[in-house]
């Protein structure tokens, strides 16, 4: 039966290509979320400049960033829009990387074509050891009846091998892996996809509470929807299964239990300066259970439908916005709520609650520094968030959180700022310090025990932020990144790395100076 499925996705994606009609060319790729291309994006709107794109639901497709470098330019254009030397400066940078691109959108174009294979090298050096590490991968893209794309991309990672949650297959030394695969169509303002890729739903950088831009890109369906100053999102995949054993008659049987996830994302822009969003997730499975039809409905909140059908599972509820109080000035933040307890009727409200929490600020030009931009954030995320009793209902994907990077019972503060020296040149200082405790995201959960007393003397109420050994690192960098084009970049990078408690061991301490040198060059083929 999951052939069969699979078979009916590609039938269905392949008609409603061939029911688009004849318009312009549409680039429907995603640009990768560690591209460049998102800290220009998001330093451009600090600077005044609207892009249009929703700040909070990425990755964004070619053809969106297009059209937003378009809008600036029209107001350039009218001499409502004065764009200074350092808006220049990203404006250049965005115009060589979408160039060739742009000429699509002007031309009626059956079949077009992207090939792209780039090669990576970093070395990187402390007082204690020299690690050279090699990545490479290539892509191709086909945009099909203008507004269709068939998308395949891999890698090879010489360092991922190292990975200790890394379970799949080793050659020389090397790991590779699919990064994304998958078809998606324009429908007017909707766009559906199916396939294999990454998702970032939050005001971060590259990371949020719930759907995080360094998680393992998942293998799922999804619709976005785009009318007017609203934005819906909604995806569901199947996580890896978690394998267990029964002992019939002493012999051991391996079994499988499904887990599968699902979520949908509401966004709004109040204003030019203001955008508000609003994310439900839910995890489910175990043994015998297989996708479920109200989990697979975008409309339905999942919480409702837990409880009232006594459907099991792990939500995950989460309100962000992003605020330009300013010119040049936004605030923005995340609250995550896991478990929140309203409740205290039974020992099982006695459980404190569970969240999570990102705020952040980001300046263009600061203290008048001209052509300078800076931000700082703060993450925190408290013990036995994104984990529950039952070990397949956990927010584990591949053995890493699908949110926060830091997993749980952490936080971190990070400072970041950069000077453009002139279009090829920048330089950068980066200040951080994270905290982790002894919880961890796949911790056994505390027994459930009918005593009220007994449940907090368990230390479930009591336990401080972060719990147990504390493990502290702070890092300080300064670099210099010449990217002389699109294609291509060297990174130069100086520090110096203190930890307490590695591992959260007592006394297990070390600092130790740093340094990296990183260089990438890809090749870029369009045809049409």
Not at 110 to 133: D, I, M, N, P, Y
Not at 138 to 147: T, V, Y
Not at 224 to 250: C, H, I, M, N
Not at 397 to 417: I, P, Q, Y
Request: proline share 4%.
């Amino acid at each position: 039966m999951a052939h069969i499925r699979g078979k009916a996705w590609v039938f269905v994606f392949l008609g409603l290509c061939l029911l688009v009609g004849p318009v312009k060319a549409q680039t429907q790729e995603y640009i990768p979320l560690d591209s460049w291309v998102y800290p220009v994006l998001e330093e451009l709107r600090i600077r005044g400049h609207s892009t249009g794109l929703f700040g909070a639901v990425k990755p964004y497709t070619r053809a969106e960033v297009i059209r937003a470098l378009e809008e600036v330019g029209r107001g350039v254009d009218a001499g409502e829009i004065v764009l200074t030397k350092a808006d220049q400066v990203l404006v250049q940078r965005l115009d060589q990387e979408f160039d060739k691109d742009s000429t699509l959108l002007d031309v009626e174009k059956k079949f077009t074509w992207r090939f792209r294979a780039f090669g990576q090298e970093r070395l990187s050096a402390t007082s204690k050891e020299k690690v050279s590490r090699v990545a490479a991968g290539a892509n191709i893209g086909l945009h099909f009846d203008q507004r269709a794309t068939f998308y395949d991309g891999f890698f090879i990672d010489q360092e991922m091998a190292k990975d200790p949650s890394y379970t799949g297959y080793l050659w020389r030394g090397m790991y590779g892996d699919f990064d994304a695969a998958y078809a998606q169509v324009a429908l007017g303002p909707a766009r559906m996809f199916a396939g294999r890729g990454k998702l970032l739903w939050g005001p971060g950088r590259n990371e949020s509470l719930i759907l995080s831009g360094n998680a393992p890109a998942l293998d799922r369906v999804g619709l976005d929807v785009r009318v007017g100053e609203w934005g819906f999102s909604w995806f569901t995949a199947e996580f890896d299964p978690l394998k267990y054993y029964q002992r019939p008659d002493t012999n051991l049987i391996e079994e499988r239990a499904k887990r599968f996830v699902t979520g949908h994302r509401l966004d709004v822009k109040i204003s030019r300066s203001l955008e508000l969003g609003a994310t439900e997730t839910f995890v489910y499975g175990g043994p015998g259970r297989e996708f479920e039809p109200h989990y697979l409905n975008p409309l339905l909140l999942y919480h409702a439908v837990q409880m009232n059908d006594d459907s099991p599972g792990n939500t995950l509820l989460g309100f962000d916005g992003r605020w330009l109080v300013r010119p040049k000035w936004e605030v923005y933040g995340e609250v995550l709520i896991d478990d929140w307890q309203i409740e205290h009727k039974t020992p099982q409200d006695e459980e404190p609650s569970h969240w999570g929490t990102q705020v952040g600020l980001r300046t263009a030009d600061p203290l008048g520094f001209k052509g300078s931009y800076a931000w700082v954030n703060y993450t925190r995320v408290n013990n036995w968030v994104y984990n529950v009793y039952q070990p397949y209902e956990r927010y584990l994907f591949k053995g890493k959180s699908l949110g926060w990077s830091g997993s749980n019972d952490g936080d971190a503060l990070e400072l970041s700022g950069i000077k453009h020296l002139n279009r090829t040149w920048d330089v950068e200082l980066t200040l951080s310090q994270r905290r982790h405790g002894e919880g961890r995201l796949d911790a056994a959960w505390p027994f459930v025990v009918q005593d009220k007393d007994t449940l907090v003397k368990r230390g479930f109420r009591s336990e401080p932020f972060p719990s147990g050994i504390v493990e502290k690192k702070q890092n300080g960098e300064v670099s210099l990144r010449w990217q002389p084009n699109a294609d291509s970049w060297l990174e130069l990078g100086a520090g110096v790395e203190g930890i307490r408690n590695e591992g959260n061991v007592k006394g297990s301490d070390r600092t130790s100076a740093t340094a990296r040198l990183v260089g990438r060059y890809q090749v870029d083929w369009l045809l049409r």
